[in-house]
Structure formats: C-alpha cells, structure tokens
C-alpha cells in the first residue's frame, strides 16, 4: 500500500452537486483526483481524521466539446455525485468499480485545519494499487484513426511525386493540446507517433497551450510532460513556442509561472524566444505573451531587438519561418484590442521580407480556428486547436471552426507541413477535421 504522488489542496472541499474543487473551506481539505481499480482500498491510520470519496466515471460530457470550458480541476469526467455529508468516517473504502475519486478529508474533532494536517494526512494515508493519475488505455490506434493515417500518409506521398528528398522540408505542427484528466491526448499522441514512422520528417512543433493552467503547478506540470514527452517519444527533434496558459494563470491560479521558470520547464533554455536552424531553413520560434505586462499579448522590446538583428545576419539562400503561439496583430485575435509590439514585429518581418523574399510563413495558433491571413507579402496561418472542441463563438472574422466529435477521426487536428523548396510551396495535409491547405 503506498500514498506516493499523493497531492492535497489545502481548505479545498469538493462540492456536492459537480464535484468541482472549491477554496477557502476552512474545514476541508481535499485531493486531487486520481485513478482507482476495483477492489483497490483506502486507509487512514489515525482517528484524527475522518474522510469521504466522491467518484467520476470516464464518460465525457458534450459540454467539454461544444462550449466554452475550462473546468477549474482539468479533467473531463462524470461525477457520480457519491460524495454525501453523512459518509465522512475513519472506515477502509473498497472500490467497487474501476472509477477516477477524489477525497475530501475533515478533522475528527471538527476544527479548521491547519498547515500540519495536510502532512500528517499523508502519513497516515494509503491505497491498494498506489496513487495512479490516469486510467490505462489500449495500446494500439482505434480502427477510425488508422484509416485516417493511412489516408493523410498517400496524400503526403502523392505531394512528393517528381520531387527529390532534398527539396522537400517537413514538419507536423499542431497547437493548443489542453491537455486534461481523461481528455483526448493519448489518441493524438499515438496518432502522431505513427504517422512519424512512416513518413520523413524534419520536427514537430508545438505551437503553445500544453495545458489549461489552471490547476497547482505540479499537476500542471505533469499534464504539460504528458504531451512533450509524447512528442519526443517520436525521436526526432521537437520544438515549443510558448501560450498563454501555459503560465498556470487562469482562473486567477495562485500557482503562476514565470516566462523565466517557463523557458527553463518548457523549453530548457534561458529565454523564452529562440532561433533553430535546420539545414537551409531558419525557424524563429516566438514568446506571444507575458503575465507580467499590462498588455499581456504581444513581444517584448528585447525580443524585437533579436528578431531584428538575427534576420539581418541571416545567410543568403536561408528560408525563414516564424512560428508563435499568438498572431502579431491585433484583429487576428478576437481576445486582444492591442498586441504589444504587434504591428512592431509584422513590420519589421514585412520590411525584411520584401527586400529578401524568404519568408515561408508566420505561424501561429491561439484562436481556436484555421485562417490564412494574405494582407502582407508573407502569410499568417492559423492552425486550429488539438483540443476536442469545436464552439463557433470568440474566433476572429473569417476563420473556420472544424466540426469535432469525440471517438471518430473529427476528435484529432493538427497537420504535416511540407515546404517545397525548389518551388517555395507551402502545403498543410491535415490530419483529422480539416482540410488540407496550400499556401502561397
């Protein structure tokens, strides 16, 4: 029996009706939820303490797709509403199916608690099984996405016909993951690695948004590695650029993370805006937002000062795409009335483009929706959400929401990228809802 992982949140009950977490209960606290077998059991070895559990099945509600939902604890199940104020007591709890829980602990004799309860909780806490923080799911790709596989790797190959290996550079993109309790990375994730192996690539990228950022920061962290360490799984090289939840600071979380600590945990490097180059491609990868800034969207002044100079120094014969996590200007994002140093950065890639014409493309993600933005002399493309959701409401004019479903191959999105570099073509083959895109 073992509580390792086990994480407690301090004066947070559990509610009765959603089971959503709720702060400030000066008589509760509760834990994260984790993932149960049947027949797994519960002990607290004290009479110090009383608990209750209230269980979730793995179902998914319509809610999570259709609407504007970020739940305050990241997961998407079903509460069972099993929970009661009656079933507090020092009692063993037997699972008697396989189900997610979440306990909600009081003290005995029914005073507040204090800082030292959470750890003499822990102590005296154990389960059957461990602490395991998702259930386990099959190992091979669901019939649907294998015939969505099979049909994006022929359209991939058919671009490829008369053209040699080395004209060609490519990539999969895909961007806001969200990345939740029972949400639907482990099919992407097995989806992308698939694809990988059956086609050559150059990366993938990772446009911004691993997570909500809403819950503590260690299980923030653990959902975000979820989808990095799926990605690198595939063992060719993986690049992020950085999205505003990726901060922890949504809901008002008091678990914020710095843009410094985010360019460490993220990205390892020491700034949160880098420069990679691979082969004759030069691929600027963008910090689109910063906590910190009254206005929180856009590029900071040193960030510009580096873009500027490096596309100064880059080398003749050098093609050059500029990837981020949010749009540089304003209208291309419904959130943002101003983007800091928005129309800053598109100019000087517009100043730097039109005397050398080598830049493929500005890519970014954030809103949600799939647009091609053709006002300058290089395009702005926006990929839409990984994210199982398909509302149709906050999106800027003119973009496109993919309809989603969960369990047929509409619940995936994200694209393979191939620049043709004899003929500078740019085409997005997209796997899942969407259609393929050229861009020129």
């Known amino acids: 029996m073992s509580n390792d992982g086990l994480e407690l949140l301090y004066r947070v009950r559990t509610t009765l009706h959603d089971g959503t977490p ?41 809610k999570y797709k259709e609407e504007y939902c970020y739940l305050p604890d990241s997961m998407w199940l079903t509460y069972n509403q099993d929970l009661r104020p009656t079933d507090y007591n020092s009692d063993s709890y037997t699972f008697k199916e396989n189900a997610y829980y979440k306990i909600c602990f009081k003290r005995s004799d029914g005073a507040d608690v204090q800082p030292s309860d959470v750890e003499h909780i822990k102590s005296a806490f154990s389960i059957t099984g461990g602490i395991r923080t998702k259930h386990p799911t099959a190992e091979g790709m669901k019939t649907y996405f294998i015939e969505e596989a099979d049909r994006v790797i022929q359209r991939w190959r058919s671009k490829l016909v008369n053209k040699g290996d080395g004209d060609i550079f490519s990539l999969i993109i895909l961007t806001d993951t969200h990345n939740v309790l029972n949400g639907t990375w482990a099919d992407t994730e097995k989806n992308i690695r698939h694809v990988s192996e059956q086609i050559a690539l150059d990366g993938i990228v990772h446009l911004g948004d691993l997570t909500d950022g809403i819950v503590s920061k260690k299980r923030t962290l653990q959902l975000a590695d979820e989808v990095v360490n799926g990605l690198k799984s595939c063992n060719i090289p993986v690049f992020l650029a950085l999205g505003n939840h990726d901060s922890n600071y949504f809901f008002n979380n008091p678990e914020h993370i710095s843009i410094e600590e985010q360019a460490k945990l993220y990205l390892n490097r020491e700034k949160p805006y880098y420069c990679v180059d691979s082969g004759s491609m030069r691929m600027f990868f963008l910090s689109a937002y910063d906590n910190n800034r009254k206005l929180r969207y856009g590029y900071c002044d040193a960030q510009i000062n580096w873009i500027e100079t490096l596309l100064h120094e880059t080398p003749d014969g ?21 983007i800091y140093n928005g129309e800053k950065m598109a100019n000087i890639l517009e100043a730097h483009n ?81 259609n393929d895109r050229s861009v020129r």
Request: with cysteine; net charge negative.
């Open 318 to 338: 050098m093609d050059i795409m500029v990837f981020s996590h949010d749009a540089p200007l304003a209208k291309l994002d419904y959130w943002s009335d101003e």
């Open 22 to 62: 709720v702060p400030d209960s000066f008589q509760h606290i509760a834990s994260q939820a984790y993932y149960a077998n049947k027949g797994d059991t519960i002990e607290l070895n004290t009479e110090f303490y009383v608990f209750a559990v209230g269980t979730y099945a793995i179902e998914r509600e319509l």
């Open 354 to 434: 039109v005397q050398k014409k080598n830049i493929i493309a500005f890519m970014h993600g954030h809103t949600h929706a799939d647009k091609i933005y053709r006002e300058l002399s290089y395009p702005i493309v926006s990929i839409a959400n990984n994210k199982c959701e398909d509302f149709s409401c906050y999106k800027p004019d003119g973009s496109v929401t993919q309809k989603r479903s969960f369990c047929d191959a509409t619940q995936d999105l994200w694209d393979i990228l191939l620049f043709d570099k004899s003929t500078k073509g740019l085409e997005l083959v997209r796997f899942g809802a969407g």
